[in-house]
């Protein structure tokens, strides 16, 4: 897959996410690419983690969560952070025609969900996003479910800062914010991390981020990041959008809100997608990806059980 590098608007800050409560965040850090690299130094605590790993998750699914095992052994768990049913209304996809949205028979809205995704790979646990957090995110609650206990997860891959894929990586208390995943590296694309400092309502972010500091791992496009994770060029959503592949599975983030929808009118953004050509292009390009090489698709905002081919 061609990887490309996106010049980063400035103005990228729209009313519609600032109204949906979705502000953004900035701190100048340099890192090089060398930071991505594992270090591979807690061999006591991994071994911990893979005798923990010896239960499959599958073994103790529950009605917000899915495992599938992938095909290097490595299984990806799909856990809904929202609680209840989601359907995301009509008005969120403002370029859709009252014919083409009547069409879909869903006058309640388009199933979909707030979800975030748990790999154990090598016998460490990585989460794709951290969710809601405090928002009325559930996640804690079902990685207990799960047998998983925040301090086994060793690495945080995020797709992009909106509020609902970050909170989650933090608690509040009187002291202010602390980390939920206390020996996890956080890892965001340069892209990302870039576009959100160089925007004005960036509060939320920046505080989130400030408390990985310490842990903060920044990769670029093209990026294998530990665990044969590969790290692609989706923008369009927001500046740095990234999908993750691992083997035979693509974590597309929010490369669609409405899949009912969208599955079948890639055309069709979001109120949410903040630069919509780029996220019109993105959107058939990956979806065009998966198609050709079969993939099965997690996505942050799919409809229960989190998993599409
Ligand atoms: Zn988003
Ligand atoms: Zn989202």
Request: proline fraction near 4%; charge should be negative.
């Amino acid at each position: 897959m061609k990887i490309n590098f996106f010049k980063v608007p400035m103005a990228l800050c729209i009313t519609g996410l600032l109204s949906a409560g979705i502000f953004c965040s900035c701190e100048k850090q340099n890192a090089t690419k060398d930071s991505v690299k594992d270090s591979g130094s807690q061999a006591v605590s991994e071994s911990a983690v893979a005798e923990n790993a010896a239960a499959p998750a599958a073994e103790k699914q529950t009605d917000a969560t899915k495992t599938i095992t992938l095909s290097d052994g490595s299984s990806i768990t799909w856990i809904q952070d929202n609680m209840g049913e989601k359907l995301n209304p009509r008005d969120l996809f403002s370029d859709a025609s009252d014919s083409l949205y009547n069409s879909l028979n869903l006058p309640n809205g388009i199933p979909a969900s707030v979800s975030t995704y748990l790999l154990n790979a090598d016998g460490e646990y990585v989460l794709f996003d951290a969710g809601l957090g405090a928002f009325g995110g559930q996640m804690l609650a079902h990685l207990n479910e799960l047998g998983v206990n925040p301090d086994d997860v060793k690495k945080v891959y995020l797709t992009h800062l909106h509020v609902d894929h970050i909170n989650g990586l933090v608690s509040k208390t009187d002291a202010g914010f602390e980390k939920v995943f206390k020996n996890a590296d956080v890892y965001v694309g340069q892209v990302e991390k870039d576009a959100w400092m160089n925007m004005e309502k960036n509060d939320l972010q920046k505080a989130i981020l400030g408390v990985y500091n310490d842990k903060l791992k920044l990769f670029a496009f093209g990026d294998t990041l530990p665990h044969n994770v590969i790290a692609l060029d989706a923008v369009g959503h927001t500046p740095g959008h990234t999908v993750f592949q691992k083997g035979e599975m693509l974590v597309i983030g929010d490369l669609m809100h409405g899949y009912a929808l969208q599955i079948d009118h890639p055309e069709i953004n979001s109120n949410y997608d903040m630069d919509k050509a780029k996220s019109i292009e993105s959107r058939k390009k990956i979806l065009a990806y998966a198609k050709e090489h079969n993939l099965t698709m997690a996505g942050m905002h799919l409809p229960p059980p989190g998993f599409v081919k």
